[in-house]
């Protein structure tokens, strides 16, 4: 007998069907093994795919597992803040419940959901931050289709992660963000081959916050329209250079998306220990779009 599986997509980071970040969530990941998995992300191509079982933690409600088309991610935000809608919709979440956390393999991911209704809007606190090192600006410029000039002056080319690694990129300007194409060879080369050459971010302060896009080819996704993995160590990045404000409760937008028609709106709130960083929160909404079931071959 063939094997059907449930699945939803979502979108992400957006409070507009078509728009956003794309999702695709099973709500029961049953037997599937981990190649199946893997398989069923490509197959689906969407930036990511999430698996849900249950927790092995007693303090979380669900555990996610997350693939691009190429691999397992150990966290990322969009599809994090889209199980949690998908789990709420489903009433997998305890009624009532406004603080919570999610299972990944960072650990537990701690939510704070602001509203469960339209608009759906959540909050997850991004694990712990680390930026650096920096890197040459003109291979890394040359390595994304950019001259020296289109890098803005003064801030450098510095790797940071939350879980994956990112190359934060930042520009003079949106034209130069729209320019932006990788090559993701000579990004590696121009690197020394550092995990932040998988995954370049790109983007330019406008008031409130950034105008940005995010190439991954190496991990199956040649541009992703909203990373919110992305976004905390965007924040610290921020912070750290003096591009917004070093004060618990601070706010930014990341505007993501715009170029390949998917504007994408993520925000992130800094969180300091005392006078110390700590983290930053990233949230956002997300709508319902597809219902749809995926068979498999008995096996």
């Known amino acids: 007998m063939s094997r059907a599986y449930r699945y939803s997509v979502v979108d992400v980071f957006t ?49 996610l597992r997350i693939f691009t088309p190429a691999a397992e991610m150990p966290f990322a935000g969009h599809p994090t803040l889209g199980t949690v809608f998908a789990l709420v919709r489903a009433g997998r979440v305890p009624s009532g419940a406004g603080e919570f956390a999610v299972e990944e393999k960072v650990g537990a991911v701690a939510i704070r959901l602001e509203r469960a209704a339209d608009p759906f809007v959540a909050w997850l606190r991004t694990p712990p931050i680390t930026l650096g090192p920096e890197f040459e600006r003109d291979a890394c410029a040359s390595a994304l289709g950019l001259e020296p000039a289109d890098l803005l002056s003064g801030y450098p080319i510095e790797a940071g992660s939350a879980g994956p690694w990112f190359l934060y990129v930042p520009l003079v300007d949106r034209a130069a963000v729209d320019r932006a194409f990788l090559d993701p060879p000579a990004l590696l080369r121009a690197v020394a081959g550092h995990p932040a050459g998988n995954a370049a971010f790109v983007f330019t302060p406008v008031a409130g916050g950034v105008y940005a896009r995010m190439f991954a080819r190496e991990l199956g ?34 505007e993501q998306g715009v170029k390949m028609g998917r504007r994408s709106l993520l925000h992130g709130i800094v969180r300091m220990r005392g006078a110390e960083f700590d983290t930053i929160d990233v949230g956002g909404s997300a709508v319902a779009l597809i219902e749809a079931t995926l068979t498999l071959p008995p096996r």
Do not use: H, W
């Open 15 to 63: 409070e507009t069907p078509l728009e956003g970040n794309p999702l695709a969530v099973f709500l029961d990941g049953g037997d599937l093994s981990d190649r199946e998995m893997q398989s069923i992300a490509r197959e689906l191509n969407l930036s990511e795919t999430v698996f849900v079982f249950p927790p092995s933690r007693a303090d979380c409600v669900a555990r």
């Open 221 to 254: 996704v040649v541009e992703d329209p909203a990373t919110g993995s992305a976004t905390g160590p965007l924040g610290a990045y921020l912070v750290k250079y003096g591009l917004l404000a070093a004060r618990d409760g601070a706010r930014f937008t990341n």
